[in-house]
């Protein structure tokens, strides 16, 4: 599972992805995955650093570095940077690095200019690869939720969290699993139920504080403001 968790998207690059004409979180939209409304900074076409020749393990972490900071800058090239990271990284052996690689670049397909549809397809061929490794399938079944979520797939969307959250459960992986509860309030507001939203969304909060974790647990907060708000309520003092 990918240690920085795609719902740990700092908040104000969240409202930059849509699908179809709407914004991201209304549950009838059916269109194309577009990202709407900012100009990309400038990005290196490369890694950030510089790995030894023939570092393969060195590679990856920088391929994979490059690619995660195009996506979140919606420049382009992320996706090619991330094929580049996974095929280092299972030539190294470094399993983590193409692990990660994968959920990104499942993650990517928001961005495309294609149908929501074919972008699920995608995602999906990618889940059959990683068939028989726990952990693969929960870094594929992460974003491939929100994606059912935005072609309007609420039960496939639940289904894919809840076999994530299981799989992670399972694992021990207590602050991924977190993030996995976090996401799965995101579905709930894009499903337009806010109140199943905040009760998700809480109990994520609540297992990130338990562990000091702060970073997404100040997107929780954002998306039970949202929910709060969506019930006619200001939001609500999180502790």
């Known amino acids: 599972m990918t240690r920085d968790a795609l719902g740990a998207e700092p908040a104000g690059q969240q409202a930059g992805r849509a ?12 269109g194309r995955i577009v990202r709407i409304g900012h100009q990309p900074p400038a990005v290196r076409p490369g890694p950030d650093r510089n790995p030894a020749e023939g570092d393969l393990e060195g590679l990856a972490e920088a391929w994979l570095s490059a690619g995660r900071l195009r996506f979140w800058a919606g420049a382009p090239g992320s996706s090619e940077a991330l094929e580049r990271a996974a095929a280092c990284a299972r030539q190294s052996g470094n399993h983590h690095a193409e692990q990660e690689s994968r959920t990104w670049l499942a993650a990517t ?18 889940l059959e690869a990683a068939a028989g490794d726990p952990w693969d399938e ?3 079944l ?4 929100l994606t059912y979520g935005y072609a309007g797939r609420f039960a496939d969307a639940r289904a894919a969290s809840r076999r994530a959250q299981s799989i992670l459960t399972a694992a021990g992986a207590k602050l991924d699993r977190a993030r996995c509860v976090q996401l799965a309030g995101r579905i709930e507001l894009m499903a337009g139920d806010p109140a199943a939203a905040e009760q998700t969304l809480r109990e994520g909060y609540e297992a990130l504080r338990a562990m000091g974790e702060r970073g997404d647990r100040s997107n929780i907060v954002t998306l039970l403001a949202e929910a709060a708000y969506a019930q006619g309520r200001l939001a609500r003092r999180c502790g």
């Open 19 to 30: 699908a179809g004409q709407g914004a991201p979180d209304q549950p009838g939209d059916h």
């Open 109 to 126: 397909l928001w961005d495309l200019p294609i149908p929501v549809d074919v972008a699920v397809g995608r995602a999906e061929r990618m």
């Open 138 to 140: 929960a870094a594929i």
């Open 142 to 145: 992460h974003p491939l939720a």
